[in-house]
T-cell receptor, first 114, second 114 residues
Framework: AQSVTQLGSHVSVSEGALVLLRCNYS??????LFWYVQYPNQGLQLLLK??????LVKGINGFEAEFKKSETSFHLTKPSAHMSDAAEYFC????????????FGTGTQLKVEL | DTEVTQTPKHLVMGMTNKKSLKCEQH?????MYWYKQKAKKPPELMFV???????INESVPSRFSPECPNSSLLNLHLHALQPEDSALYLC?????????????FGPGTRLTVT
């Protein structure tokens, strides 16, 4: 069975500072990994995904993530935080085999301060 | 167009009522999903429809009854719900029911059971 662990349920950064949201995965087979963002009272929006093509994945809104097999990690970064980045961020994993069952981490609430 | 629509946005129902949630996508996706999300928690998978057939039921109580009338439409019929069923119900779709393809989420229906 696969799972993801998000370290830090709350992260606070200053506007313009680096954003780093951590995600570690556990999977017995090569995983597909995703980062989603959820703004208050909205659905989830895909930021980026890893599907074994390239280890450094660029997404929307200036976010990127690097797949590191040796560290079983898929951390999300953004060089310069903007106030509009304040939201809940979910890391998720699905299997490479049949069945599209997405397993989410517990989420990280990002706060951006002036 | 990468939009998944859900109606209604908000729903208040009594424990003896029968109501339905509706989800629609016109992206030609062949997999559709229902998730339940409680406050400050990640989404929890309820059902997966693959090519209009129910493929996954995550041991959901029978008071929740899904239906997929065609490839674009997904319903969730509700009957005799409990107050603990109050949550945000999210619909999602993906191109195909395998882990490679990302899921696109609708904005959700906020359900309150009184």
């Amino acid at each position: 069975a696969q799972s993801v662990t998000q370290l830090g349920s709350h992260v606070s950064v200053s506007e313009g500072a680096l954003v780093l949201l951590r995600c570690n995965y556990s999977s017995s087979v090569p995983p597909y990994l995703f980062w989603y963002v959820q703004y208050p009272n909205q659905g989830l929006q895909l930021l980026l995904k890893y599907t074994s093509a390239a280890t450094l994945v660029k997404g929307i809104n200036g976010f990127e993530a690097e797949f590191k097999k040796s560290e079983t990690s898929f951390h999300l970064t953004k060089p310069s935080a903007h106030m509009s980045d304040a939201a809940e961020y979910f890391c998720a994993v699905s299997r490479t085999g049949g069945g599209n069952k997405l397993t989410f981490g517990t989420g990280t609430q990002l706060k951006v301060e002036l | 167009d990468t939009e998944v629509t859900q109606t209604p946005k908000h729903l208040v129902m009594g424990m003896t009522n029968k109501k339905s949630l509706k989800c629609e996508q016109h992206m030609g996706h062949r997999a559709m999903y229902w998730y339940k999300q409680k406050a400050k928690k990640p989404p929890e998978l309820m059902f997966v429809y693959s090519y209009e057939k129910l493929s996954i039921n995550e041991s959901v109580p029978s008071r929740f009854s899904p239906e997929c009338p065609n490839s674009s439409l997904l319903n969730l019929h509700l009957h005799a719900l409990q107050p603990e069923d109050s949550a945000l119900y999210l619909c999602a779709s993906s191109r195909d029911p395998v882990g490679l393809f990302e899921q696109y989420f609708g904005p959700g229906t906020r359900l309150t059971v009184t």
